[in-house]
């Protein structure tokens, strides 16, 4: 909503011929990859889940209807074998087929990857980081799981990854021996670097995330510095005296009666809504696409909305007036977040008693275990201990200089085809700079 100015002189004018360029908090974040690669409508969101979905299965059952038929041919020689009653075992004639594999739907993937996004918090809270390195793990998940199944990368392993990964963008130094003892029995050094680089071409590379914690703050700030009087803002809003008496009689519900509050109700009022708001963004706008759909400014908005209606809607008359040309499409725009926001079943949650919320979560809990159960029976085979892969690919990179010829270019082609798979899934290579 604000906005910095910057007078930038080039080195041969002089202080007549100024350039003056105004950047906005807007036009930065337009300029930032979150923006460019990572924004989407529902529309396209649900377009790509369900691309993803489909290729996945598809690979998943030609995985395994391959994998069953090498093992029926395997096994085809004891096909004629007196078992020991009198007769021969055939051969399966469904050992090549798939009709009994039941996949994943995309609403299920969906399901798994947002209660791995919880397990992601559980984790970070467990090795003690802020909540900055969990935010942006969990929006690496979501990125990550865009364009890649469950069924071909588990989860539980991604996740790791994503954290380890989130550490170091978040400029946290940690080292990576002891950040596996901290991640759980049977977990390796090895085991967190292997998917490394198969995260970060997921992710186009794009390590940045923009949260809306640090803007919440400020608005809190400011929120504290008009209730003493001392509004220093934009717009045409009549003295910092004026704007301190239409704050404190402010309603404390929508449609409310005006109230007369003191300089020390309306700082408990405004921590209350930034404690509030502060909780939502750190639980249903990680848990939702809430990131994909909506800038860190409208976020933090929106849940400052559902924190406190009339309260927001004075900050926000002060900064954009009700005739602005943009101001009933940027309302639109929060409440729609905010809607968005408070259907997490966490942000429900906190509406109903206690009684009801341990019903509802031991319903999702017993869903989720189902849908665990499901994701076991119908993994891509040849994806399964990444550590092995990345083992095979680094041995591939080393020994592809001794291949024969035939082999070299069989090898070759499997390459382009591999990256022709990946430009469907993540687009072409950007750009070198110049």
């Given at each position: 909503?604000s906005?910095?100015q910057?007078?930038?002189?080039?080195?041969?004018?002089?202080?007549?011929?100024?350039?003056?360029m105004?950047?906005?908090?807007?036009?930065?974040?337009?300029s930032?990859?979150?923006?460019?690669?990572?924004?989407?409508?529902?529309?396209?969101?649900d377009?790509?889940?369900?691309?993803?979905?489909?290729?996945?299965?598809?690979?998943?059952?030609?995985?395994?209807?391959?994998?069953?038929?090498?093992?029926?041919?395997?096994?085809?020689?004891?096909?004629?074998?007196d078992?020991?009653?009198?007769?021969?075992?055939?051969?399966?004639?469904?050992?090549?087929t798939?009709?009994?594999?039941?996949?994943?739907?995309?609403?299920?993937?969906?399901?798994?990857?947002?209660?791995?996004?919880?397990?992601?918090?559980?984790?970070?809270?467990?090795?003690?980081?802020?909540?900055?390195?969990?935010?942006?793990?969990?929006?690496?998940?979501?990125?990550?799981?865009?364009?890649?199944?469950?069924?071909?990368y588990?989860?539980?392993?991604?996740?790791?990854?994503?954290?380890?990964?989130?550490?170091?963008?978040?400029?946290?130094r940690?080292?990576?021996?002891?950040?596996?003892?901290n991640?759980?029995?049977?977990?390796?050094?090895?085991?967190?670097?292997a998917?490394?680089?198969?995260?970060?071409?997921g992710?186009?590379?794009?390590?940045?995330?923009?949260?809306p914690?640090?803007?919440?703050?400020?608005?809190?700030?400011?929120?504290?510095?008009?209730?003493?009087?001392?509004?220093?803002?934009?717009?045409?809003?009549?003295?910092?005296?004026?704007?301190?008496?239409?704050?404190?009689?402010?309603?404390?519900?929508?449609?409310?009666?005006?109230?007369?509050?003191?300089?020390?109700?309306?700082?408990?009022?405004?921590?209350?809504?930034?404690?509030?708001?502060?909780?939502?963004?750190?639980?249903?706008?990680?848990?939702?696409?809430?990131?994909?759909?909506?800038?860190?400014?409208?976020?933090?908005?929106?849940?400052?909305l559902?924190?406190?209606?009339?309260?927001?809607?004075?900050?926000?008359?002060?900064?954009?007036?009700?005739d602005?040309?943009?101001?009933?499409?940027?309302?639109?725009?929060?409440?729609?977040?905010?809607?968005?926001?408070?259907?997490?079943?966490?942000?429900?949650?906190?509406?109903?008693?206690?009684?009801?919320?341990?019903?509802?979560?031991?319903?999702?809990?017993?869903?989720?275990?189902?849908?665990?159960?499901?994701l076991k029976?119908?993994?891509?085979p040849?994806?399964?201990?990444?550590?092995?892969?990345?083992?095979?690919?680094?041995?591939?990179?080393?020994?592809?200089?001794?291949?024969?010829?035939?082999?070299a270019?069989?090898?070759?082609?499997?390459?382009?085809?591999y990256?022709?798979?990946?430009?469907?899934f993540?687009?072409?290579?950007?750009?070198?700079?110049?």
């Open positions: 909503m906005c910095e910057h007078m930038h002189c080039s080195p041969s004018c002089d202080l007549a011929t100024v350039d003056i105004i950047i906005t908090e807007d036009s930065l974040y337009r930032s990859t979150q923006f460019k690669h990572w924004s989407f409508t529902q529309a396209q969101l377009a790509q889940r369900r691309t993803t979905n489909l290729l996945a299965t598809e690979r998943v059952k030609a995985n395994v209807a391959r994998l069953r038929a090498q093992r029926a041919e395997h096994d085809g020689a004891t096909s004629g074998v078992n020991g009653s009198g007769t021969s075992t055939p051969l399966d004639p469904g050992a090549e798939t009709s009994d594999l039941v996949c994943l739907t995309a609403e299920d993937e969906l399901k798994i990857v947002d209660d791995f996004c919880e397990r992601a918090v559980k984790l970070g809270t467990h090795c003690g980081y802020n909540y900055n390195v969990m935010a942006t793990c969990i929006q690496y998940l979501r990125r990550f799981y865009l364009y890649n199944s469950p069924m071909t588990h989860v539980q392993n991604i996740l790791r990854t994503s954290l380890f990964l989130a550490t170091k963008s978040e400029f946290l940690e080292n990576v021996q002891n950040f596996a003892a991640s759980g029995r049977n977990v390796t050094a090895e085991s967190i670097l998917p490394e680089h198969l995260v970060m071409q992710l186009r590379y794009n390590l940045d995330v923009r949260h914690f640090r803007g919440l703050k400020g608005v809190h700030l400011e929120l504290v510095q008009i209730a003493h009087g001392k509004y220093d803002g934009p717009g045409d809003n009549g003295t910092s005296a004026d704007i301190q008496t239409r704050m404190q009689s402010l309603p404390s519900t929508p449609g409310g009666p005006a109230t007369k509050s003191t300089v020390a109700a309306l700082e408990a009022r405004i921590t209350a809504a930034y404690t509030h708001a502060s909780r939502t963004l750190k639980t249903a706008a990680l848990y939702t696409d809430a990131y994909f759909l909506y800038t860190p400014s409208q976020i933090m908005l929106a849940a400052h559902l924190a406190d209606e009339p309260l927001t809607l004075f900050y926000f008359s002060l900064k954009l007036p009700a602005s040309p943009i101001h009933d499409k940027l309302m639109h725009t929060l409440r729609a977040c905010a809607q968005l926001l408070s259907s997490h079943r966490l942000y429900v949650y906190t509406t109903l008693p206690k009684s009801e919320q341990e019903t509802r979560e031991a319903a999702h809990q017993a869903e989720i275990k189902a849908l665990i159960a499901k029976m119908c993994r891509d040849d994806k399964v201990d990444l550590v092995k892969l990345n083992q095979a690919h680094k041995r591939d990179a080393v020994g592809e200089a001794g291949l024969d010829e035939h082999k270019k069989k090898r070759k082609l499997a390459r382009e085809g990256e022709k798979e990946s430009d469907a993540w687009g072409p290579e950007l750009a070198k700079p110049n």
